[in-house]
Structures are given as C-alpha cells and as structure tokens.
C-alpha cells in the first residue's frame, strides 16, 4: 500500500472511530450500558493510536506536519483533545465527561475530513521554525479552552439541575460542581497561557514573514479580543473575586467567540493570514 | 439483641432443637434459621423460648411471630439481604448484619453443611442485589439526601465547614452525617448557649460555640449551613445572603433549612452560588429515590428467583439419595417380610425363583419413580416440585423424615 493510499484511508477511518467513541461514551453516560462502559477506555486509546499514526503518516507523505491549513489544524486539534481527554481520565478516573469533550473532538474530525485535500506544495513561509512554535501553542492553547469551554457548560447544566433541584442524568452522572469549575479553569489558565505565547510569537514572526502585514487583520482583531476576553475573565476571579456561575459564563462565550473566528474569519474573510 | 445475646440464643437453640441454626438481630427484626434435629421442632416451643428468652412478657405473644419453612424460608432470607424486607427499601446495612449473624453460627459450629451451602448463596444474593440493580443507590432520608446534595456541589467535605443553627433531630442527624464525611470544622449556635456547648460535648467533635445573634457573621466562614430553628419568621433573609456572599468571593453556600415553618427566605436561593434546599425539596428528592428503588424490585426478584431455584437444586440432589434409598429399603422389607411369611407355601425347588420374581418385580415399580426424581433434581428448573414430590413420596409410602429443612422466623 503506498502511503498516499494509506492515508486515504485513514481521512475515512478516523471520524467513523470518533463516531464510535462518542457512541460508546454516549450509551455509558445516557443509557448506562454495560458493554458500552467496559469498551470505551479501550476503544479511546485504539482512537488516539490510529490518530498518531494518521498525523505521522500524513506527515511523512505530505513532507510537512498537518498545520498548514485549518482543516489540518482541526484533525491536530481533535488529536489533542482527545490525548487530552485521555490523559484526565487515566488521572481522575472521571469517565463521564468523556462523551461532551469527544463529541467535540468528533465535531472536529469530521469537519477535517471532509474538505482536507492532499497537499503537497506549501508556501515556503510555512516551514519556518518560529511557525512551529506559533502553530503548537496555538493548538494547545485551543485544546485547553475547548476542554475548559466544555467543563464549564457542563457545571452550568449541573449548576441549573441542583438550582432548581430538577435532578436528571447531570446530576446522576457528573462529578461535582467544584471539581467541574476546577477543571475549567485549570484548562482556561493554561490555554490563555499557550495563547498568549502564539499570540506573541505572531506578532514578532508575522511582520518579518509577511509583506502585506496588517494590524487590522480581521484574523488579527478576532484573536486578540479573544484574548482579552479570557484576561477578564481570568482577572475578574483573581482581584474581584468572581467565582463559579459568572466567570463560567465567560469563558463559554469567549469560547464561542473562537470557535466563530475559527470558522468566519478563517473561510469568509481574506487577509494575509488566512491558510490557503 | 446483643451479639452475646445472640450467641446465648444459638447455643441453647442449636442444643435443644436444631443441627444447624443462625439468629439474625437487629433493630426491627429478630429471626430464627434452622434446621430440625428430628423433624420441625414444634412452633410454639420456639416462640416460648425466644419470648422467655427476650423477657418480652406479656408485650410479644405468639402472634408476633411468623414461621415460614422449607423453600419459603429460604426466600424470605434471600429477600431480607437483599433489603427489600427492610423499613427502608434497599437498606444496605442489613448485608453485613447477616454476615455477623453466620459468623456468629461459625463461631459456635452451629453451621452444618446445608447453613453453609445456604451462608454462601445469601450473600451471593445479596452482592448481586447490589451490583446488578441499583435499589441501594440514591439517598432515602432527609439527612443523607442533604448530604448527598453537598457532595454533588462540593468536591471534598474534609476541606468544607458546617454551621448548625437551632437543634432537633433531622438537623443534628445531618450534622452527624457530614461529620462523618470528616468535615473540617463545625459551628453550633443555638438560643440558649448550653444547649449548643452541651451538643458539642456529646458529638466529640472539633468545634466551636457562636452566639446566636451572630449567625449572619458566621455565614461568611463556612460553607453549608443547617437551619433549624423554630421561630414564626425568617432567620436568614437573601439581603443577609447577598451581603454574605461578596464577602466570602462568591465560594458556593449550601443552606440547608430543615425549619418548620422555613428558616430562611427561599428568595435567597435567587442569589448566583447559593443553594438553598428546604424540607419539601428534601422530600421530594427522597420520595423520587424510594419510588426509583421500588421500580429496581422486578429485578431483585428475578435475582431471589434465581438464587432460590440453584439454592434448592443443589438441596434436592442432597434428598433424592437419601430417599430413593430408603424407598427401596422399605419395598425391601416389605417384599422380604411378604416372602418369609409365604415362602412355605412353594415347593423347594421353588423358593429361589420366587426371590428372584419378587426382587425383579420391586425393580420394575421403583424404576419408573426413580428415574423421574433424578431427572428432576438434575434440570433444577423442577426444583420446587422435585421437593414436593419427595415429601409426597415420603408420605405416601411412610418414610420417616429426619433430613427434612425446616426454617422458622
């Protein structure tokens, strides 16, 4: 099999694995079946392995690492979720968050592998090494939001459930609401941090890269309202003393706001940093 | 009864009246399992003696008790580990009380091998009850619903405090509850100060006494509160709350109001990161987890039905030897007495041929009978009636019964 093919293939296998994942982690969760809730843990780390090889292949076959265009970037983001994800729960023994941050990995994926293209000829710019550095704390930095966003919707359904004492599967099923708000700004710290060195990184690198360089660039401006956004957040708790419902608030919404800049600014507006 | 109690009991019981026998005790039920030296002691010998035994006087008479046998007993036991027969369905203490109660037998030898085959099948049943359907899980009283809720707002009870306000007994049932959950440090405040000092004394607990009128300032330290005060108005209103809660940093606040009439303005329930919960809302949580666990009884039946039929399989193949035994001895007698008394009315030559007719006959109308039981006992699933048929046979035919079961409670 030439390595072309394989990784055909492998843009095939990887959203249906996801779709299996999160259908497992969803019969646990909603249904509790038994099989389903032994299967899963085995099936995620299959997932993350056939995932590694799928970046590596495609790494090998294309002669550079899948970030050169948003939809390479969202099969790495769903590849780090997911190594994410595993990671929480081999250390927290917490399974049951599994399925929301999954289905976010899934989301994800399948959006990748429905319009990546074979892509051999890249810009030149694109394989500077400062890029490297800007592309990898981008994607941690995402990974951790995206975790923190879901921890944080699912302390407010939490949160909602106890409030009105309306006890359904949240509650059955979920941690606590301060392991959950914990979790969420845990991840929120450390993605502002990422984000803030790729935002760094950018704007030392992107002035001498680039000659149509703007600090108007919508991409740009997006980006960084977004990090300001998360700065408030991140400031009102610390000095204000914001805690639980209005600071989870908040990074929901900044996370919306990156998920709409992911997809608006990237594919409807031109600029000089868009991908293709 | 006490466990020494208890194994006074066994003793004279297993004494007196049975080879094996198990005394489960607790706070509403004290029930007799055994098995008959010769035959079912009779009833009423029991109950006189547990009666003297208990000095129940004139308070418990006979009709207090129940006696169920045989298979019945058996399921009755099966559905006492299984927390069905409980006050609250889905007890789960009843497990390890029916553990002490077999080690109290073991103890005592008083366990034969029919109690032990039985030990192993009852907590085999009550494991299973426990594993594969869910009539334990969800809290049933007001206390443990309100300390579940804690453990569903915060992540370690060891790191949080607790202020109890007033006194009475649901309050202080849950103070005991989260004290159990080790908290880290507990506050009373009551109207007349020795009553808090004098609770605090009695939970043994690290601690402190505050003022009654300062119970607002208090709130801004601790993390969940139990109210129960009696007192015609609020105690805590949500302008209290509101005010509370910037000082604290907006930390979670979990007020539980067990106060008739409230204690606390459930207006403060309004205020972002406060949880107020008051004795309906309790309520209502504990009669949602009753009824679920009641919808988990086809399933524990199932599970009782099960273990009942394996259980009695494996008892029957113990009784069908023995039976088929003595049927045959009997027929034995019976043929050889017949063929003494006439044996003089045929010729010499004879007589061998008349043994060996007699013998085959006996053979050919015990075959049939025999191989019916066998095959029962083998299928299990005629568990029930393999038994009855035996004790039918064993009447019909006249066979002493000396290997009989025999529970009483």
């Known amino acids: 099999m030439t390595l072309e093919a394989l990784v055909d293939l492998l843009v095939v296998l990887m959203p249906l694995m996801y779709g299996c994942l ?76 599994g399925f929301f941050i999954l289905l976010l990995a899934f989301v994800f994926q399948t959006t990748s592998s429905l319009y990546i293209k074979d892509l051999l000829d890249i810009a030149p710019i694109m394989r500077s090494r400062l890029l490297g550095l800007h592309v ?43 392991m959950l708000e914990k979790m969420s700004h845990k991840a929120e710290v450390f993605g502002f941090i990422m984000l803030t060195i790729a935002i760094a990184v950018g704007l030392i690198w992107l002035p001498m890269a680039f000659e149509n360089f703007s600090y108007w660039d919508p991409k740009l401006v997006g980006t960084l309202m977004i990090w300001i956004l998360y700065a408030m957040a991140l400031t009102a708790k610390r000095t204000l003393g914001w805690q639980g419902k209005k600071t989870v608030i908040l990074s929901v919404i900044a996370f919306a706001l990156v998920v709409l800049s992911m997809t608006v600014i990237n594919l409807y507006m031109s600029g000089f940093h868009s991908f293709q | 009864m006490s466990s020494d109690e208890a194994r006074e009991v066994v003793k004279r019981m297993q004494e007196q009246y049975f080879d094996e026998c198990m005394l489960i005790s607790t706070c509403n039920r004290t029930e007799l399992y055994g098995i008959g030296k010769h035959g079912n002691p009779l009833d009423s ?84 009850v426990r594993t594969e359907t869910s009539i334990c899980e969800g809290a049933v009283s007001i206390s443990y619903a309100a300390v579940e809720l804690a453990s569903k707002i915060f992540a370690d009870l060891s790191k949080k405090s607790v202020l109890l306000i007033g006194a009475g007994d649901t309050g202080e049932l849950t103070l005991k509850h989260l004290i159990g959950k080790s908290v880290a ?109 009641k919808a988990e009884l086809p399933g524990v039946n199932a599970i009782v039905e099960h273990e009942v039929e394996a259980f009695f399989h494996w008892h029957n193949s113990l009784q069908v030897n023995p039976t088929i035994q003595e049927l045959r001895e ?80």
């Open chain 1, 136 to 178: 990898s704390s981008a994607l941690l930095g995402y990974t951790a939001i995206s975790l923190s966003a879901v921890y944080g919707i699912l302390y407010l359904l939490l949160y909602h459930e106890i409030k009105s004492s309306r006890f359904g599967l949240i509650y059955n099923r979920l941690p606590n609401l301060e």
């Open chain 2, 185 to 293: 440090d507990v506050k009373i405040a009551n109207r007349t100060r020795a009553k808090a000092e004098a609770l605090l004394a009695n939970l043994q607990v690290k601690g402190s006494v505050i003022d009654y009128e300062n119970i607002v300032d208090a709130l801004r330290t601790v993390d969940i509160v139990i109210t129960s005060v009696n007192s015609p108005s609020y105690v805590v209103s949500p302008v209290d709350v509101q005010k509370v809660m910037k000082q604290r940093s907006n930390n979670p606040l979990f007020i539980i109001d067990i106060g008739v009439p409230r204690n606390v303005n459930p207006a403060a329930n309004k205020v972002d990161n406060v949880f107020v919960y008051d004795l309906d809302s309790l309520k209502s949580i504990v009669d949602k987890n009753v009824d679920k666990r």
């Open chain 2, 45 to 128: 010998d029991l109950k006189q003696f547990l009666i003297e035994r208990k000095s129940g006087g004139t308070a418990v008479t006979a009709d207090h008790f129940t006696t169920v046998v045989s298979e019945e007993a058996v399921r009755h036991l099966f559905h006492v580990v299984a927390g069905v027969d409980s006050m609250v369905i889905g007890d789960i203490q009843i497990l390890n009380q029916v553990k002490e109660a077999f080690q109290i037998s073991t103890e005592l030898s008083a366990m034969g091998p029919i109690m032990n085959r039985l030990m192993q099948s009852t907590l085999h049943v009550g494991k299973r």
């Open chain 1, 22 to 97: 999160v259908l497992l982690y969803g019969l646990s969760f909603f249904k509790g079946t038994q099989w389903a809730n032994t299967a899963k843990t085995p099936v995620l780390f299959a997932t993350v392995s056939i995932h590694l090889l799928h970046i590596l292949v495609r790494t090998a076959a294309f002669d550079h690492p899948p970030v050169t265009t948003i939809f390479e970037i969202m099969t790495t983001l769903a590849f780090c979720i997911a190594v994410a994800y595993a990671y929480i729960e081999l250390k927290t023994k917490a399974s049951n968050t």
């Open chain 2, 330 to 409: 009997s027929l034995e007698l019976i043929r050889r007495q017949e063929v003494e008394k006439n044996i003089n009315r045929f010729k010499p030559e004879d007589r061998e041929l008349v043994e060996l007719v007699t013998k085959r006959i006996v053979n050919k109308i015990l075959h049939q009978p025999m191989t019916t039981l066998k095959h029962g006992a083998e299928n299990g699933s005629a568990g029930t009636e393999t038994l009855w048929r035996l004790k039918t046979l064993r009447e019909l035919f006249g066979i002493t019964t000396d290997e009989k079961s025999n529970d009483d409670h």
